[in-house]
């Protein structure tokens, strides 16, 4: 199995044995998911499709049933990681192209507001930044084009697979405000949704960023989330102090102080992704999108320079919309590896044969004609 990007007859035999013995198992070879030399990165992306194939497959299974159910007609697509989409079908059987959808169709949607915008602003240079409720992610738009990476990893293991570069921090609407080593530290620890923010009134106690937004007056105290959800200022208020008093703060203090160290540390985490990577973030536009993103744009803005910000119609959904905006993709990849002087044109000729029949091949399972 060692060298099964070049002859894939032993996984396949060792899989056809494994479907024989348990039909109802997820099977997942490596020269399927990734055909390519170097056997430890192969193993670790086998092995992370295989964590998760169960779930994709189930998950997508039950969706499709129920859109189904629902009346809905036409395909279900599913947003991959490289910012195409594929049918539910195909999605199952590539569930490792689905690990980074959600922050990538915050990008692909960045890509399709700078061709909106071609003309009245011409922003060909984008830094994506999506601020939700735990995470900040950002992404590059270099040229129109979103930036993608080969490999990229997870949790610390390598995978093989073409995705949109994102970066992520843990920092978003419900990073926690907290004492550690005698200095304020926001995040990476989060609210989530339950119980949230104080400020949501459904037994939060902890002090958030969007409990420090609120008291500020950066989110309207008449602001109703999700269309009817009222906030709670006192409670906000009695969370932010709570921590505020044992550095010597009131309320609003503390709340200021979270909101300056979450944007130093957003505005940290885009130099790593620019400026060190010989990238001058200036010549970018900063388009901030999620449910907290524009709330802090103009502040990392500013840390940084760049003199042009882009906020989009309905930010919160922005990713939603970009999903919407992304054409089939498939990528094929093999390694080709032979000495340069044992090369001949049918060799070349062969390798690449084979890569166009594979493209064929997932075009029609997605109903591409």
């Given at each position: 199995l060692l060298h099964s990007y070049a002859n894939p007859a032993h996984e396949q035999q060792v899989a056809a044995i494994l479907h024989e013995a348990a039909?109802?198992?997820?099977?997942?070879?490596?020269?399927?998911?990734?055909?390519?030399?170097r056997e430890y990165e192969r193993t670790s992306t086998t092995a992370i499709t295989a964590y998760i194939a169960p779930i994709v497959e189930q998950y997508l299974a039950e969706l499709e049933r129920r859109v189904a159910e629902k009346g809905l007609r036409g395909p279900l697509r599913v947003m991959q990681s490289n910012g195409?989409?594929?049918?539910?079908?195909?999605?199952?059987g590539k569930p490792i192209q689905t690990l980074f959808s959600g922050p990538v169709g915050g990008t692909i949607a960045s890509v399709a507001v700078a061709d909106d915008l071609r003309g009245e602003l011409d922003v060909d240079r984008l830094i994506c930044v999506d601020m939700g409720g735990t995470s900040f992610d950002m992404s590059l738009v270099v040229d129109g084009k979103a930036e993608v990476e080969l490999q990229s990893h997870l949790q610390g293991h390598p995978v093989l697979s073409p995705a949109v570069a994102i970066h992520?921090?843990?920092?978003?609407?419900g990073s926690i405000g907290h004492i550690e080593g005698g200095g304020l530290r926001v995040g990476p620890r989060s609210a989530g949704a339950d119980p949230g923010p104080a400020c949501y009134g459904a037994g939060g106690t902890e002090p958030t960023i969007t409990d420090a937004n609120l008291h500020l007056g950066r989110i309207p105290k008449a602001a109703r989330l999700a269309g009817d959800m009222a906030l709670d200022e006192a409670a906000a208020e009695k969370a932010l102090a709570s921590?505020?008093?044992?550095?010597?703060?009131?309320?609003?203090?503390?709340?200021?102080?979270?909101?300056?160290?979450?944007d130093a540390a957003m505005a940290n985490a885009i130099r790593e992704i620019t400026v060190l990577r010989g990238i001058d973030p200036r010549e970018f536009a900063l388009v901030a999108f999620g449910g907290a993103g524009p709330l802090h744009a103009v502040a990392i803005a500013e840390e940084l320079d760049i003199s042009r910000v882009i906020v989009p119609t309905d930010p919160?959904?922005?990713?939603?919309?970009?999903?919407?905006?992304?054409?089939?993709?498939?990528d094929v990849v093999q390694s080709f590896y032979v000495?340069?002087?044992d090369l001949g044109p049918d060799d070349l000729d062969a390798g690449f044969a084979g890569l166009r029949e594979r493209g064929r091949q997932m075009l029609s399972e997605d109903d591409v004609a």
């Amino acid at each position: 199995l060692l060298h099964s990007y070049a002859n894939p007859a032993h996984e396949q035999q060792v899989a056809a044995i494994l479907h024989e013995a348990a039909p109802g198992l997820s099977i997942v070879s490596s020269h399927e998911v990734a055909p390519e030399w170097r056997e430890y990165e192969r193993t670790s992306t086998t092995a992370i499709t295989a964590y998760i194939a169960p779930i994709v497959e189930q998950y997508l299974a039950e969706l499709e049933r129920r859109v189904a159910e629902k009346g809905l007609r036409g395909p279900l697509r599913v947003m991959q990681s490289n910012g195409g989409v594929m049918t539910a079908a195909v999605a199952r059987g590539k569930p490792i192209q689905t690990l980074f959808s959600g922050p990538v169709g915050g990008t692909i949607a960045s890509v399709a507001v700078a061709d909106d915008l071609r003309g009245e602003l011409d922003v060909d240079r984008l830094i994506c930044v999506d601020m939700g409720g735990t995470s900040f992610d950002m992404s590059l738009v270099v040229d129109g084009k979103a930036e993608v990476e080969l490999q990229s990893h997870l949790q610390g293991h390598p995978v093989l697979s073409p995705a949109v570069a994102i970066h992520t921090m843990g920092s978003g609407g419900g990073s926690i405000g907290h004492i550690e080593g005698g200095g304020l530290r926001v995040g990476p620890r989060s609210a989530g949704a339950d119980p949230g923010p104080a400020c949501y009134g459904a037994g939060g106690t902890e002090p958030t960023i969007t409990d420090a937004n609120l008291h500020l007056g950066r989110i309207p105290k008449a602001a109703r989330l999700a269309g009817d959800m009222a906030l709670d200022e006192a409670a906000a208020e009695k969370a932010l102090a709570s921590v505020g008093s044992r550095l010597g703060l009131d309320a609003t203090g503390l709340a200021a102080g979270m909101v300056a160290v979450a944007d130093a540390a957003m505005a940290n985490a885009i130099r790593e992704i620019t400026v060190l990577r010989g990238i001058d973030p200036r010549e970018f536009a900063l388009v901030a999108f999620g449910g907290a993103g524009p709330l802090h744009a103009v502040a990392i803005a500013e840390e940084l320079d760049i003199s042009r910000v882009i906020v989009p119609t309905d930010p919160g959904v922005l990713s939603a919309y970009g999903m919407l905006q992304s054409d089939t993709r498939h990528d094929v990849v093999q390694s080709f590896y032979v000495r340069v002087d044992d090369l001949g044109p049918d060799d070349l000729d062969a390798g690449f044969a084979g890569l166009r029949e594979r493209g064929r091949q997932m075009l029609s399972e997605d109903d591409v004609a």
